[in-house]
């Protein structure tokens, strides 16, 4: 032996009782509480099965979300990214959804119409439709570029335990009804958790 036992033994002894301790108190690990108690939208690599809630129960509702009209003027859009700092909007034509855009995508879009020559005029309207035959291109900003290819529209009945996007915009009839993110999903994981949220 190399004199090591000493020091190992106590070692050894003094981890096996730290993990029979932190086995009693609960399952999580510290990153894990750590995680849950800063909020942060990370979904753990477990499977996950719901009692039977649907999407409609932790999806925010159309009434509360920002959204973006589509016919909005460029002034309305820079706005909307100066005041809130989501990830994106919901872009609807009256209650019918369009699409879904990204703020970076809008941010860099305002900027770089606001700098070239000569400067659009902040009433100019924009849209996030395919250009119709009958519009006319001068007065109107198309914008349907900017529209994310890959969002995926749902129905609000649909089982949690699918929910498992960064956000996932919810349609009746082609209509927004809500949407829910990834924030609202590890809500939902950990809302049993006592120390959610607890850094705030």
Not at 169 to 197: W, Y
Request: glycine share 6%; proline share 6%; net charge negative.
């Amino acid at each position: 032996m190399t004199r090591a036992l000493s020091h190992v033994l106590p070692i050894m002894i003094s981890v096996v009782i730290s993990k029979m301790v932190a086995d009693a108190f609960g399952k999580d690990g510290i990153y894990g509480v750590w995680i849950a108690m800063r909020k942060y939208p990370w979904l753990p690599p477990v499977d996950y099965r719901d009692r039977g809630e649907t999407a409609a129960q932790i999806m925010t509702p159309v009434e509360r979300l920002v959204v973006l009209e589509d016919g909005c003027s460029l002034r309305d859009i820079d706005n909307l990214v100066k005041k809130f700092d989501y990830h994106g909007f919901p872009v609807v034509r009256g209650a019918e959804l369009v699409g879904y855009v990204t703020r970076d995508k809008l941010m860099m879009t305002i900027e770089g119409l606001f700098s070239r020559e000569p400067t659009p005029s902040p009433e100019r309207r924009c849209s996030f439709s395919e250009r119709r035959p009958d519009q006319n291109v001068d007065d109107l900003e198309i914008l349907c570029s900017l529209l994310e290819e890959a969002t995926l529209q749902l129905r609000k009945e649909l089982p949690q335990e699918l929910v498992n996007l960064r956000y996932i915009l919810f349609t009746h009839e082609g209509n927004l009804t809500g949407m829910v993110n990834k924030t609202d999903i590890v809500g939902l994981l950990h809302r049993d958790f006592q120390h959610t949220a607890a850094l705030y």
